[in-house]
């Protein structure tokens, strides 16, 4: 038998601070790992959360970093993926 919330009870869900708090704890985990392996790399890239509330009150956290050029490389610039890797070690 399978249950279906309703949309204030996912909204309720998302805006609960556990839920929140854990969100932010695996992004700093991932952040960390991705800076790790930028450093290691020889990059120079910052890696950062951006955490909150999407329009519609789906609660998000996302790992970013400084350079999309050292994430996807270009002709001068050699690919390390950091963020990409980080998310796989998870």
């Not at 909204?11 to 929140?20: G, T």
């Not at 695996?26 to 800076?35: D, H, K, N, P, Y």
């Not at 020889?42 to 609660?59: D, F, K, M, Q």
Request: no cysteine; hydrophobic share 30%; charged share 30%.
């Amino acid at each position: 038998m399978a249950y279906r919330l309703s949309n204030k009870q996912v909204e309720a869900i998302m805006r609960n601070s556990l839920l929140q708090r854990q969100l932010r704890i695996t992004g700093r985990q991932v952040a960390s790992r991705a800076q790790s392996i930028t450093r290691s790399d020889g990059g120079t890239a910052e890696i950062s959360l951006v955490t909150g509330i999407r329009p519609r009150g789906r609660a998000y956290t996302n790992v970013q970093s400084s350079s999309a050029d050292e994430e996807y490389g270009t002709s001068t610039r050699k690919r390390r993926r950091a963020l990409g890797r980080a998310a796989r070690e998870r």
